[in-house]
């Protein structure tokens, strides 16, 4: 019998992620690409008018399943969010998967390696050693900028905090909090898609990088970084 605090069984949950995510990018790395979009529109609209529950639950489901297996296609997910459901709900059902995804796979890794690897960086004094030590010293501040910041991936945004030994509590809350303004950019894209989908034209999702949807996330990370930064200041 493998003792509860086996380190086989600690790692299982994080094993069972990869063999997992190993399996979806091998069988629907085409699905996940960005023009995946426009070939599921149709097929996806008529779930979403015969049975609209079931589409909402398949939806979700399946956000869930790429966010907690990290593969690439949460902004496609969004998009096809505000495509199938508008921006509202659209933007509730896309925070509310993202957010359940991320909790998963962070849990995921505290369980596993997460306090292991935590114990090693934080005996360094390299730029991960000061990146824990920041995290440690203000959790919601650096927790939420990381959410909000646009140079910061989402599922190095789901790692870096399970291995700093942040508590889910925080990681929750600043995860739903700090992804509703991308989300709600995103998803408002993705309700302007239907036009140009309903016509069989294909999606410029070029528009991802543009300043009008980097530059007010960007502000609006540099903004979560003030009360962190006073806080310092008066501690100096």
Known sequence: MIRRHHPLLRHLPLALVGLAASIGLLFF??????????????RLGTLRDQHYALAVGLFMAGYVAIV??????????????????????????NVGAAT??????????????GAEVAARLARGDGAAARLL????????????????APVVPFFVANLLPAFAGVRLWPFA???????????????????????VVAAGGQPDLSVLATARVV?????????SLVP????RGKEG
Not at 79 to 92: C, E, K, R
């Open 29 to 42: 790395r085409d699905a996940l690409a960005p023009d995946a979009i426009a070939t599921y529109a149709a």
């Open 68 to 93: 907690a297996l990290s593969l690439p296609g949460a902004t496609l997910a969004t998009l096809t969010g505000g495509l199938m459901f508008g921006l509202f709900p659209g933007v509730i059902y």
């Open 100 to 113: 359940i995804g991320a909790i998963l796979i962070f849990l995921a890794v505290r369980i596993g390696p």
């Open 133 to 148: 030590a920041g995290l440690n010293r203000n959790p919601w501040w650096v927790l939420l900028a990381m959410r909000l």
């Open 173 to 195: 809350l600043t995860t739903a909090l700090g992804i509703i303004p991308g989300a709600a950019i995103l998803t408002s894209l993705g309700q302007g898609l239907q036009g």
């Open 215 to 223: 530059v007010p996330l960007a502000l609006l990370a540099a903004l």
């Open 228 to 231: 962190m930064l006073v806080r």
